[in-house]
């Protein structure tokens, strides 16, 4: 069984910087695939990153490119997501996911979830 447990959130000012950290338990996260997805209130559940068992391969969202870099550590079992030039558009809750099958953006595809972490940019 496959535990997520996703932290980091916070509130930051426009500009601001946070790093998302998801560690996992009961798998490596080498054998398998994860994401991170967000969720404002009133909307659905949107891919952001994602990124494969060995980590070589990494997959953004077109508009989080280069803001956001999505990353894993597998000694420490943990995926990270950096986000830079936060905005207020990026308040959500962000949700770390881990799937048995390839990274695709949606969420449906995902075996794993956090609980998540709240995630609140003012401007």
């Known amino acids: 069984q496959v535990q997520l447990e996703d932290s980091g959130g916070g509130l930051v000012q426009t500009g601001g910087s946070l790093r998302l950290s998801c560690v996992a338990s009961?798998?490596?996260?080498?054998?398998?695939?994860m994401a991170w997805f967000r969720q404002a209130p009133g909307k659905e559940r949107e891919f952001v990153a994602g990124i494969n068992g060995a980590g070589n391969g990494v997959y953004y969202a077109d508009s989080k490119e280069g803001r956001f870099t999505i990353s894993k550590d597998n000694a420490k079992n943990t995926m990270y997501l950096q986000m830079n030039s936060l905005k207020p558009e990026d308040t959500a809750k962000y949700y770390c996911?881990?799937?048995?099958?390839?990274?695709?953006?949606?969420?449906?595809?995902?075996?794993?979830w956090g609980q998540g972490t709240q995630v609140t940019v003012s401007s």
């Open positions: 009961g798998r490596s996260v080498y054998t398998f695939g």
């Open positions: 996911a881990g799937t048995r099958g390839t990274i695709v953006p949606r969420p449906g595809n995902y075996d794993y």
